[in-house]
């Protein structure tokens, strides 16, 4: 009966439980991703947007800087609209419509976003317009006249070249009144004494004419002090009204910020029938959809909508994939409970992992009954071998014991040869045994294979003799191998003994040995009867023989081959049958080879210390 299983521990639960938090993670973080993303594009925007902003207010205020009107200004906002992308118009002071980007009839926004005036500038993007308020390009009766500006120039490149004379650098440029202007790169006091002629610095007599009426209309400025009247004019330097020298600077005992302040009262006076007059400035979208991010409570039950139906899709599918995980895992786990003698086997229903687990456990289920089948089987042999020599030592002491035979020589060799066979086969399973346990231990040592072949040839040579057997070897030179030399001569022994076994009268057993590559191969064959093709598999096998009334004159215990396989792979070997029917066997050993030892013992072949 399979055990209840707490919910927890379900592997269902927990798939299901994993797949929701991934799921609420990744949506979290990806909302969170969302809503980072669109925030910083949102600010990208709208520092774009107010970028673009400046840059329409400052491309027509100066417009206005350099018109006396507003004609012809369609053209310019059309090209901006086009530009930047959004909606512009121009309007006076009372709505009246000036310029339009939009059709014809298109309302203007409800509030306007700035105001055009160039004498008083709230934009910072031209420089000198932080001082006054003035934009820079409003120049009016200060524009130059074309022979003016060369001669201006003219001198200019004068100055730089009398600079660069003397060491000095220095760069020009112009200004909107047409004045070339020279800059030194080390300021005013790197300018040699010997360039200062004030050539540059005076004033065109355009520029001296403007000068003369603004000087009028500072000189009709009311002085704080003395309440309404006229001040003393302004003479000297320190106050820039044209861009490149200074002109006027006060020396009537006024505060200087009174007289900054009436300086550009008389600017914005002189230069006011030069520019435009004031209007507003309306922005817009060109679209008719919002700009900007809005999260209503409708977005935020769209949000919460989506997260919950991914929540639901995510536990249904991970439903639906745990299910037919777990089917599967259920059937092997009931299958794994049932008793072994059962030997029972799942359906291999799915090519995924959980299929080739239970193809496994079937292969496993099938190997479980073969090594049953044959644990019985060893069982039954080990009783059938060990019987025979028990029941004859028992017959024999028991005949003798009731006194019906004497224990003359003959009977007590009779039962010694029983007992050394019982001998044998308890010392061929002790072998097995600490190998199948692990605890086999091999005693390497640089073995030759001719010194090897030797020792199990003599070993064998009175048994072939006496049975009419010839016994023939062929070695190459120089073989060596890393091998325990007992172990060794055992499993060669037991390959040639099982040889002379087989073979009849007048046959011939050969051993062999060669090298090839990095191996040493060793081979035993027999002129006898042969193996059956389908008896080769099972060559190797306990207590398998082919011989199957088990008969003591045409077969050994069994185990003689078993050993020589455990032993032979235990030297990292291996050991192979070959047979055809009548024409005899071939058992071939291949082992690693070794190199021959630098020096040897002449009586005993192994390295001198």
């Known amino acids: 009966m399979t055990p209840s299983l707490p919910w927890r521990k379900s592997l269902s639960v927990r798939l299901l439980l994993t797949s929701m938090a991934i799921a609420v993670v990744s949506v979290g973080a990806t909302s969170w991703l969302a809503v980072e993303t669109t925030t910083r594009a949102i600010q990208e925007e709208r520092g774009q947007v107010l970028s673009d902003d400046n840059e329409i207010l400052r491309q027509l205020s100066g417009y206005a800087a350099t018109h006396a009107d507003w004609d012809g200004v369609q ?54 317009a932080q001082l006054a308020g003035i934009d820079p390009r409003a120049v009016g009766p200060y524009l130059l006249r074309p022979a003016e500006r060369a001669q201006v120039k003219t001198l200019a490149e004068k100055r730089l070249a009398c600079m660069r004379r003397y060491g000095s650098d220095g760069s020009s440029r112009q200004t909107p009144s047409g004045r070339t202007v020279v800059t030194s790169d080390g300021g005013e006091a790197s300018v040699p004494l010997q360039c200062a002629d004030g050539q540059l610095n005076t004033p065109a007599r355009t520029e001296q004419k403007a000068l003369d009426e603004l000087g009028a209309l500072i000189a009709s400025c009311p002085d704080p002090e003395q309440g309404k009247g006229k001040g003393t004019p302004l003479a000297g330097v320190g106050i820039d009204l044209i861009p490149g020298f200074n002109t006027l600077a006060s020396d009537s005992g006024r505060p200087l910020g009174q007289t900054q302040s009436c300086v550009d009262n008389a600017r914005r006076k002189q ?53 037919r995980l777990v089917r599967p895992l259920r059937a092997l786990t009931a299958a794994a409970q049932q008793p072994p003698q059962r030997h029972a086997r ?43 020599p028990l029941t004859n030592i028992r017959g024999w002491l028991e005949v003798t014991r009731d006194g019906l035979l004497d224990p003359d020589p003959d009977l007590i060799a009779s039962l010694h040869d029983e007992a050394l066979l019982l001998q044998h086969i308890i010392d061929d399973l002790q072998d097995l045994a600490a190998v199948d346990a692990g605890t086999l231990k091999l005693h390497r040592e640089p073995v030759g294979v001719d010194e090897l072949i030797a020792q199990v040839v003599s070993a064998h040579s009175t048994r072939a ?50 090298q090839t590559g990095d191996l040493a191969v060793l081979t035993v064959q027999d002129t006898g009867g042969g193996i059956a093709p389908e008896n080769l598999p099972h060559v190797f096998e306990r207590f398998w023989r082919a011989e199957k009334s088990r008969s003591r004159r045409t077969g050994g215990s069994g185990l003689g081959l078993s050993i020589v396989r455990q032993f032979v792979e235990a030297h990292g070997g291996t050991v192979t049958a070959d047979s055809e029917p009548g024409a005899g066997a071939v058992f071939t050993i291949r082992l690693p080879h070794r190199p021959a030892p630098q020096s040897l013992s002449p009586a005993r072949g192994r390295p001198v210390s």
């Open 75 to 128: 053209t310019s906002v059309r090209t901006l609209s086009r530009t930047m992308g959004r909606r512009i118009a121009l309007a006076t002071e009372t709505g009246y419509p000036i310029a339009d980007s939009a059709a014809p009839g298109t309302p203007l926004p409800a509030r306007s976003s700035a105001t055009v005036e160039p004498l008083n500038t709230d934009t910072y993007t031209e420089p000198g």
């Open 271 to 323: 230069l006011d029938p030069y520019v435009a007059p004031r209007a507003r400035l309306y922005l817009g979208s060109l679209g008719r959809q919002p700009a900007g991010f809005n999260l209503s409570p409708a977005n935020k039950a769209k949000i919460v909508g989506v997260t919950g139906l991914v929540l639901a899709v995510t536990v249904a599918m991970t439903a639906v994939v745990a299910i």
């Open 346 to 388: 799942v359906a291999v229903t799915t090519k995924d992992e959980t299929g080739y687990l239970a193809t496994a456990f079937n292969d496993l289920t099938a190997r479980r009954e073969q090594l049953e089948a044959q644990r019985k089987a060893m069982v039954s042999d080990i009783a059938h071998e060990l019987r025979t």
């Open 465 to 514: 003799e006496a049975s009419g057997i010839r016994l023939h070897t062929r070695t190459d030179p120089g073989l060596w191998l890393d091998a325990d030399p007992v172990r060794m001569r055992q499993a060669l022994g037991n390959l040639v003994s099982n040889a002379l076994r087989h073979t009849p009268a007048d046959g011939t057993v050969t051993v062999t040995a060669r």
